[in-house]
């Protein structure tokens, strides 16, 4: 128990990420001192963690106690090791405990079955690196000293360069003699180029050189680019006999001395044919697993620098954005925001990140922004709506906050990203517009009424004739189903229904008694100079006016005036008044008649529907006959 204790890679890390302690077997894996690594912040030791990850997996183990994940570690030589990373939390002493075990990736090709398969499957493009850039040399010496150990085959890899890789088990004959001596090493040379000329991936070949020693080699690819090659040599079959005068005479032309020559002659190994293709199964075999492991290091360095330009490229482009950004994982625990989010909540990443709504946000405001964020998990429906919130100075804001979820690699759920939209200022300034607005059309409105008035006070007829065809209007409008917006139009235009009468002379507009053809005919144009009056406008409220004096006499069967039209021909704001004006008109007294009683006023209503009168506003007239008459009392005569 007390050697595990030892050889356990234990770490402890408070909830700042400070590294409080750790045991002499974790210091030795993450080469570092002991002294050095307490103190330490866990992200200064290269772990494959971002801050917002670590405050992540930190708030989970607080809610479960403990925890499990994998990542990697990046070691001084720059090589990336998979580590297993398990922990528990200490209530107590708010810290967590970690357990740090060498792991393996998740999901490892093998191409070791097929070695063509790296060359279908990687990239064609030439790499700009060597072979001792993209490989992890001193594993791979580890593991050949190995290998020599117990087979005693020796081995050499060898970049396109000539740069010694790794090596073990070179023969003195070789190293000593044969490649110091210029002339021998001219043999060594030819024998380098003979036996790895044009060789393709997944074979070896053999060549005797002329210092008659065997050599065999294999190819290391990288894509469709030949690296280096995996050397075997120099060596002897064993069914073959030595010519020792060949080598005699060899150490007198290349002047070597002969004693020590010969003696480094019998330590040259012999090896079985099964022996010798054993080996070079075994190191093609190698040759591609090196490929496939370089490349696989060539893409972690690729994808870790697109990575990293990715997040810089995200994180300056969130910052340039003016208004706040935030996102959260699906536990609604925030995992960043921007710059602009950061100033407007008045937190450091550290006093949010890893938190939830409910730790930087009162109870109130958290509940709704909590409820929000459930139904969008829930519907994954993209979410706009208004709020206010309250500024981190305390101010009162109006905010659109637009929410969408974001999904992992699966297409599940894996949080939600927002954006809060300041709108305080545009509200202010659409409550400003809109007030401006309503003055305006309140200006409009007395403006017109007044007119109608001077109109039909100039005609002796009842000053509040306009005000009450205006009620009737506005009201039959909306039963009709016109919107509030046309509705209120129609209220505001139907006053100047007789505008046009300002062009009648007095003796015919006054008559008290019956007017002649002629005089009629003249009363007639009113509708057109009323039309003729307005039509120049540019105003909506003007020419709906317009539209109402042309057509309020058209009749619905066709026998009206100016133009005749019949039916839906005639415009429903002037179908509307047209009955508002002729209720209010025989209903009220004027200066060539009495008023009609009610009971006939409702009779001529019935006798003219589908004659002078729309059916569908007869009905609708009829059907709301108590609040007509509420607005004819309302707005009587007496009461002006």
Same mark, same amino acid.
């Given at each position: 128990?007390?050697?595990?204790?030892?050889?356990?890679?234990?770490?402890?890390?408070?909830?700042?990420?400070?590294?409080?302690?750790?045991?002499?077997?974790?210091?030795?894996?993450?080469?570092?001192?002991?002294?050095?690594?307490?103190?330490?912040?866990?992200?200064?030791?290269?772990?494959?963690?971002?801050?917002?990850?670590?405050?992540?997996?930190?708030?989970?183990?607080?809610?479960?106690?403990?925890?499990?994940?994998?990542?990697?570690?990046?070691?001084?030589?720059?090589?990336?090791?998979?580590?297993?990373?398990?922990?528990?939390?200490?209530?107590?002493?708010?810290?967590?405990?970690?357990?740090?075990?060498?792991?393996?990736?998740?999901?490892?090709?093998?191409?070791?079955?097929?070695?063509?398969?790296?060359?279908?499957?990687?990239?064609?493009?030439?790499?700009?690196?060597?072979?001792?850039?993209?490989?992890?040399?001193?594993?791979?010496?580890?593991?050949?000293?190995?290998?020599?150990?117990?087979?005693?085959?020796?081995?050499?890899?060898?970049?396109?360069?000539?740069?010694?890789?790794?090596?073990?088990?070179?023969?003195?004959?070789?190293?000593?003699?044969?490649?110091?001596?210029?002339?021998?090493?001219?043999?060594?040379?030819?024998?380098?180029?003979?036996?790895?000329?044009?060789?393709?991936?997944?074979? %070896?070949? *053999?060549?005797?050189?002329?210092? =008659?020693?065997?050599?065999?080699? $294999?190819? /290391?690819? &990288?894509? !469709?680019?030949?690296?280096?090659?995996?050397?075997?040599?120099?060596?002897?079959?064993?069914?073959?006999?030595?010519?020792?005068?060949?080598?005699?005479?060899?150490?007198?032309?290349?002047?070597?001395?002969?004693?020590?020559?010969?003696?480094?002659?019998?330590?040259?190994?012999?090896?079985?044919?099964?022996?010798?293709?054993?080996?070079?199964?075994?190191?093609?075999?190698?040759?591609? %697993?090196? *490929?496939?492991?370089?490349?696989? =290091?060539?893409?972690?360095?690729? $994808?870790? /620098?697109? &990575?990293? !330009?990715?997040?810089?490229?995200?994180?300056?482009?969130?910052?340039?954005?003016?208004?706040?950004?935030?996102?959260?994982?699906?536990?609604?625990?925030?995992?960043?925001?921007?710059?602009?989010?950061?100033?407007?909540?008045?937190?450091?990443?550290?006093?949010?990140?890893?938190?939830?709504?409910?730790?930087?946000?009162?109870?109130?405001?958290?509940?709704?922004?909590?409820?929000?964020?459930?139904?969008?998990?829930?519907?994954?429906?993209?979410?706009?709506?208004?709020?206010?919130?309250?500024?981190?100075?305390?101010?009162?804001?109006?905010?659109?906050?637009?929410?969408?979820?974001?999904?992992?690699?699966?297409?599940?759920?894996?949080?939600?990203?927002?954006?809060?939209?300041?709108?305080?200022?545009?509200?202010?300034?659409?409550?400003?517009?809109?007030?401006?607005?309503?003055?305006?059309?309140?200006?409009?409105?007395?403006?017109?009424?007044?007119?109608?008035?001077?109109?039909?006070?100039?005609?002796?007829?009842?000053?509040?004739?306009?005000?009450?065809?205006?009620?009737?209007?506005?009201?039959?409008?909306?039963?009709?189903?016109?919107?509030?917006?046309?509705?209120?139009?129609?209220?505001?235009?139907?006053?100047?229904?007789?505008?046009?009468?300002?062009?009648?002379?007095?003796?015919?507009?006054?008559?008290?008694?019956?007017?002649?053809?002629?005089?009629?005919?003249?009363?007639?144009?009113?509708?057109?100079?009323?039309?003729?009056?307005?039509?120049?406008?540019?105003?909506?409220?003007?020419?709906?006016?317009?539209?109402?004096?042309?057509?309020?006499?058209?009749?619905?069967?066709?026998?009206?005036?100016?133009?005749?039209?019949?039916?839906?021909?005639?415009?429903?704001?002037?179908?509307?008044?047209?009955?508002?004006?002729?209720?209010?008109?025989?209903?009220?007294?004027?200066?060539?008649?009495?008023?009609?009683?009610?009971?006939?006023?409702?009779?001529?209503?019935?006798?003219?529907?589908?004659?002078?009168?729309?059916?569908?506003?007869?009905?609708?007239?009829?059907?709301?006959?108590?609040?007509?008459?509420?607005?004819?009392?309302?707005?009587?005569?007496?009461?002006?």
């Amino acid at each position: 128990m007390e050697q595990n204790t030892i050889n356990d890679k234990i770490m402890m890390v408070n909830a700042q990420g400070i590294v409080l302690g750790a045991s002499a077997a974790c210091a030795e894996f993450l080469e570092q001192k002991l002294e050095q690594l307490n103190g330490i912040y866990i992200l200064d030791l290269n772990f494959g963690l971002t801050l917002t990850q670590f405050l992540a997996y930190f708030e989970k183990i607080k809610k479960d106690h403990h925890f499990a994940f994998k990542t990697y570690f990046t070691n001084q030589a720059n090589h990336m090791i998979h580590i297993d990373v398990r922990g528990i939390y200490v209530d107590s002493q708010e810290l967590v405990l970690l357990n740090i075990s060498a792991g393996v990736p998740e999901e490892t090709k093998n191409y070791f079955s097929d070695p063509k398969k790296l060359l279908m499957e990687f990239p064609t493009t030439a790499v700009e690196l060597s072979l001792g850039d993209v490989m992890d040399a001193t594993l791979f010496q580890n593991i050949m000293d190995y290998f020599y150990e117990l087979t005693g085959i020796p081995v050499g890899i060898i970049d396109m360069n000539g740069n010694i890789i790794v090596k073990e088990g070179w023969q003195d004959i070789c190293v000593n003699f044969h490649r110091l001596n210029p002339a021998s090493c001219k043999n060594c040379l030819e024998s380098d180029f003979e036996i790895t000329k044009g060789i393709e991936v997944g074979e %070896y070949r *053999s060549y005797k050189c002329k210092n =008659n020693l065997w050599d065999i080699a $294999t190819p /290391i690819y &990288l894509g !469709n680019q030949r690296m280096g090659h995996i050397y075997l040599g120099q060596f002897f079959y064993t069914d073959e006999s030595i010519d020792y005068d060949y080598f005699q005479n060899q150490a007198r032309e290349f002047g070597f001395d002969e004693e020590a020559y010969m003696a480094a002659l019998e330590r040259v190994p012999r090896f079985s044919h099964r022996q010798v293709e054993t080996a070079m199964k075994f190191y093609t075999k190698m040759a591609s %697993y090196i *490929s496939q492991l370089s490349f696989t =290091n060539i893409k972690i360095h690729q $994808t870790m /620098i697109e &990575l990293y !330009n990715v997040m810089n490229f995200q994180n300056a482009l969130m910052d340039a954005v003016p208004s706040p950004i935030f996102y959260k994982n699906k536990d609604l625990v925030y995992l960043g925001g921007n710059k602009t989010f950061e100033e407007a909540i008045g937190l450091a990443p550290s006093d949010y990140i890893g938190k939830t709504v409910f730790d930087i946000s009162s109870r109130e405001l958290a509940e709704a922004y909590h409820q929000a964020d459930v139904e969008l998990l829930k519907t994954k429906k993209p979410q706009v709506y208004d709020f206010q919130i309250v500024s981190s100075t305390g101010k009162n804001k109006s905010v659109i906050f637009n929410k969408a979820i974001f999904t992992d690699q699966a297409g599940e759920v894996a949080g939600i990203i927002g954006v809060i939209q300041d709108i305080t200022e545009m509200k202010q300034a659409q409550e400003y517009l809109q007030k401006v607005n309503e003055e305006i059309i309140d200006t409009q409105k007395e403006v017109i009424y007044t007119l109608g008035e001077i109109i039909e006070t100039r005609s002796q007829e009842a000053a509040k004739h306009v005000v009450r065809v205006a009620e009737y209007s506005h009201l039959i409008g909306l039963k009709y189903g016109l919107n509030q917006e046309d509705a209120m139009l129609l209220k505001i235009a139907a006053p100047m229904h007789d505008i046009g009468k300002i062009g009648i002379p007095d003796h015919i507009l006054n008559k008290p008694g019956p007017l002649t053809r002629e005089e009629f005919d003249c009363i007639k144009t009113h509708t057109t100079i009323g039309y003729n009056i307005m039509k120049k406008s540019s105003h909506k409220i003007l020419k709906i006016a317009g539209i109402i004096a042309l057509s309020h006499h058209e009749r619905w069967d066709g026998t009206g005036y100016p133009q005749g039209i019949a039916g839906e021909q005639i415009n429903v704001f002037s179908r509307i008044v047209s009955v508002a004006d002729v209720f209010d008109a025989v209903s009220h007294k004027r200066c060539y008649k009495e008023a009609w009683p009610l009971d006939q006023v409702r009779h001529y209503l019935v006798e003219q529907c589908g004659k002078m009168f729309d059916p569908r506003v007869i009905t609708l007239f009829l059907d709301n006959w108590e609040e007509i008459l509420m607005i004819r009392s309302e707005y009587s005569d007496a009461s002006s």
